[in-house]
T-cell receptor, first 111, second 116 residues
């Protein structure tokens, strides 16, 4: 079964502090992992994906197959990073590319 | 093209009524997905289309739910005999499948359904 777990429902940090949003997944094959973000009153949008190994808005995420994790990190949080963050998995079963989402973590960056 | 659009944005209905939502994907996107999101949960996959063909349906999609994409462009999601448990945000996403290794799904703003 495909499953994504985000253990923290809420995460609060101060501006300039490092932040790490945890994501663990369950999948028997080689999944594609993503982080989606939803800012207040905006639609869900892709933040980054493990395949591209890029840094977006200072965020990075490394796929650790041994620990089945894909944690999202940023060394210095900014107030504009406050948002809802969802980790998602694309199992590519049957070619559908449907996404399996975690329950999300609400990040609040305090001034 | 300003992205995926969904109508209506909000719908309040009484239990037992039928409702229909519409999704207009990004032009030229051949795949269209429907997801449902309830409070405190991430989006859950319901169904998807490639062009006009509905290729997969989740077990979440009971017989009261039906989706169409008649000409491979916009899609409708109908819920018959609504129940209070149908109250949720219904999200639509589209992607252009087949042109790259990964085809990003672009999400619409969602339709929030409240069943009284």
């Amino acid at each position: 079964a495909q499953r994504v777990t985000q253990p923290e429902k809420l995460l609060s940090v101060f501006k300039g502090a490092p932040v790490e949003l945890k994501c663990n997944y369950s999948y028997s094959g080689s999944p594609e992992l993503f982080w989606y973000v939803q800012y207040s009153r905006q639609r869900l949008q892709l933040l980054l994906r493990h395949i591209s190994r890029e840094s977006i808005k200072g965020f990075t995420a490394d796929l650790n197959k041994g620990e089945t994790s894909f944690h999202l990190k940023k060394p210095f949080a900014q107030e504009e990073d406050s948002a809802m963050y969802y980790c998602a998995l694309n199992g590519r079963q049957g070619g559908s590319e449907k996404l399996v989402f975690g329950k999300g973590t609400k990040l609040t960056v305090n001034p | 093209d300003t992205g995926v659009s969904q109508n209506p944005r909000h719908k309040i209905t009484k239990r037992g009524q039928n409702v229909t939502f519409r999704c207009d994907p990004i032009s030229e996107h051949n795949r269209l997905y429907w997801y449902r999101q309830t409070l405190g949960q991430g989006p859950e996959f319901l169904t998807y289309f490639q062009n006009e063909a509905q290729l997969e349906k989740s077990r979440l999609l009971s017989d009261r739910f039906s989706a169409e994409r008649p000409k491979g462009s916009f899609s409708t999601l109908e819920i018959q005999r609504t129940e209070q448990g149908d109250s949720a945000m219904y999200l639509c996403a589209s992607s252009l499948f087949g042109t790259s290794l990964y085809n990003e799904q672009f999400f619409g703003p969602g339709t929030r359904l409240t069943v009284l």
